[in-house]
């Protein structure tokens, strides 16, 4: 499945040729270090679109350096787009994704968040669902407080917080990822271990929950 890089409306004077319904985008917006997030982006993706009318829109951030601001070419060579505000603009709603660094988001992406104030200043994002997910490398790794402290800047812009209710029987049956606060995945020490079936399930749910309380709020 290839998701849209950005998508645009047409519109057609005809009378003969029928409407094409909006389509609204879901910004799943991560940063991977060794691809788990990114494959549990992947995954929410999936969900996203099992709404009609939703599609979801994958973007990443680039790496920082303690001692240099830019480290990384301005488009990467493979996978997702680098994140724009106007992005964060034009969404319907943001699933956001991060490895866990003791108990925190990562500083690419805090790095990226830090500069949204303008957004803040003009309340874009107030009144759009938000939903959070993350990997780690051990069980008890800081799964849950690196979900909460993604949560912050979202609700500094004013965003609503989707989580995953336990009336998904996924949450309930899980012996690896997965929380009320958002999807979470259990990598291993090596960052080796892939994203088993109950988290996938885990990642769809939320991502099928987000598009749809955004199609909600949008309808």
Request: proline share 6%; with cysteine.
């Amino acid at each position: 499945m290839e998701w849209n890089q950005r998508r645009s409306a047409r519109s057609y004077n005809s009378s003969r040729i029928p409407r094409q319904p909006l389509v609204s985008d879901i910004l799943i917006l991560y940063y991977s270090r060794h691809g788990a997030v990114k494959e549990m982006a992947r995954w929410v993706a999936h969900g996203v679109e099992r709404v009609a009318g939703m599609s979801a829109r994958l973007r990443t951030v680039p790496k920082i350096s303690t001692v240099a601001e830019t480290v990384e070419p301005a488009v990467p060579d493979a996978g997702a787009p680098y994140c724009e505000l106007a992005d964060l603009e034009e969404c319907a709603g943001l699933a956001l994704g991060s490895p866990t660094r003791f108990g925190n988001m990562a500083a690419p992406l805090k790095y990226f968040w830090d500069g949204t104030a303008a957004l803040w200043l003009r309340g874009t994002l107030a009144g759009k669902p938000a939903a959070v997910f993350t990997s780690s490398s051990s069980l008890h790794g800081g799964q849950e407080t690196t979900l909460i402290s993604m949560m912050m800047p979202l609700l500094h812009h004013g965003m609503l917080i989707v989580g995953l209710p336990y009336t998904d029987p996924g949450l309930m049956r899980t012996t690896s990822g997965g929380t009320p606060y958002g999807a979470s995945h259990v990598a291993g020490a090596a960052s080796d271990r892939p994203v088993d079936d109950a988290e996938k399930q885990l990642c769809i749910a939320l991502g099928q929950r987000l598009a749809d309380t955004a199609r909600r709020l949008t309808g």
